[in-house]
């Protein structure tokens, strides 16, 4: 059975910094990376990483202050988290699957792990 399972949310004021972990059961991807769905609003794309060609944290809302990275063994994935904001509030899914953009649904999700920054 594959499973994603995050880990790592909580509660932290601004300015503060979380890392977030996303550890792969039952298979391994070619791609990881990291939504987040804030209340009342569409999930967003923030970041992927494949194992052949990583990739950055590119979105807007979070670029040069979320990195994101994997183990060798190509079942977890992290996302630091740096710098944070209120606006950063939201619940984090873990998403994996032959690629991860923003422009598609990927095959599997975690549960996801809530983070809320107080100001």
């Known amino acids: 059975q594959v499973q994603l399972v995050e880990s790592g949310g909580g509660l932290v004021q601004a300015g503060g910094s979380l890392r977030l972990s996303c550890a792969a059961s039952?298979?391994?991807?070619?791609?990881m990376g990291w939504f987040r769905q804030a209340p009342g609003k569409e999930r967003e794309f923030l970041c992927a990483?494949?194992?052949?060609?990583?990739?950055?944290c590119n979105a807007d809302a979070v670029k040069g202050r979320f990195t994101i990275s994997r183990d060798n063994a190509k079942t977890t994935v992290y996302l630091q988290m740096n710098s944070l904001k209120p606006e950063d509030t939201a619940v984090y899914y873990c998403?994996?699957?032959?690629?991860?953009?923003?422009?598609?649904?990927?095959?599997?999700w975690g549960r996801g792990t809530q983070v809320t920054v107080s100001s």
């Open positions: 990483i494949d194992w052949s060609v990583p990739r950055t």
């Open positions: 998403a994996a699957g032959s690629t991860v953009v923003a422009t598609a649904t990927p095959e599997y």
């Open positions: 039952g298979r391994t991807f070619n791609a």
